[in-house]
């Protein structure tokens, strides 16, 4: 492939580091690209929690027409942002490695309470803006106060720091990837098979448009098949319950070593209410989210 390829991204600090990650990846294959930096809905407004933005895929929306206008020849998404449906024209070529794919609660140190569960104080103020960590930490801890906080992931280490939270909520592949200070903090890791991630989170998503053969060809060595195989029965449980960043629902998916699934999900009907969880285990996927969308809502 001779023509450098256009990445369209974000400009926050995770997605320069996808964007930048991506570039190395295409370098690796001899395939040269430029990075275009687009400004979403969700970068533009900061001071609404996400449930009140209106739609789904605010941080994705302007990247994918600009993919459509033929702008940029790809996009590169953190996954958990996408929509399970893409645009007419556009498809998703290839999927990552998954980072860490959990949760984990910052806190300041000097909040902490011995014995405590998380070692949270009663009524510690907890910061976060999604629905489903809103809604899986007052299922655990019913006592604690839940304030949103916006902006990239430096900025809301600020805010913790500056003290106007006692603990935050991030995903563990935005730190790690980003390689944040966090030796100043108490961390909470938490497993994603108690504390439930959203579906396919710590996965990169690369689209371009379905009829550009090129572009979809350089990415083919990208793909990582044994995570798409996980991640497509989370997204598809998403897909079946009609939900967007907006919808309290966490899904993972793990394969053993024998090839069987196993998930863990667990859904609210909004961040305020009781939270339903499930498990279930079978040898293929067939019928999998069925199965789990099915036990969510009975």
């Not at 001899?30 to 449930?51: M, N, P, Y």
């Not at 798409?228 to 793990?254: K, W």
């Amino acid at each position: 492939m001779n023509k450098t390829i256009r990445i369209g991204t974000r400009g926050s600090k995770l997605a320069m580091w996808q964007a930048e990650y991506t570039q190395q990846q295409l370098r690796a294959a001899g395939i040269e690209s430029e990075l275009v930096i687009i400004k979403t809905q969700g970068d533009r407004i900061q001071h609404l929690s996400f449930d009140k933005l209106e739609g789904k895929g605010f941080f994705t929306k302007e990247i994918e027409e600009a993919l459509l206008r033929g702008d940029v020849d790809l996009a590169v998404h953190s996954m958990k942002d996408l929509p399970t449906n893409s645009p007419d024209g556009l498809s998703i070529t290839a999927v990552s490695y998954r980072e860490d794919p959990a949760d984990w609660l910052v806190a300041r140190k000097e909040t902490l309470e011995e014995g405590a569960l998380f070692q949270l104080r009663q009524g510690a103020v907890v910061g976060t803006s999604s629905a489903r960590r809103k809604a899986q930490m007052l299922d655990f801890r019913p006592d604690i106060e839940i304030k949103d906080i916006r902006g990239n992931v430096p900025t809301r280490l600020r805010k913790l720091s500056e003290g106007q939270f006692d603990a935050i909520m991030l995903a563990a592949a935005g730190l790690t990837r980003l390689e944040m200070d966090t030796s100043g903090f108490h961390i909470v890791k938490f497993s994603p098979k108690e504390f439930i991630p959203a579906p396919a989170q710590g996965v990169l998503a690369w689209q371009a448009c379905t009829d550009d053969k090129p572009t979809r060809r350089a990415l083919k060595h990208l793909h990582q098949a044994d995570v798409s195989a996980a991640i497509n029965v989370e997204r598809r449980v998403l897909n079946l319950l009609e939900g967007g960043c907006q919808m309290p629902l966490g899904v993972y998916c793990e394969r053993d070593e024998q090839g069987n699934y196993h998930v863990w999900a667990a859904k609210a009907d909004a961040w305020n209410a009781p939270v339903k969880r499930v498990r279930l285990s079978q040898s293929t996927n067939h019928m999998l989210a069925e199965r789990v969308m099915e036990a969510l809502k009975g």
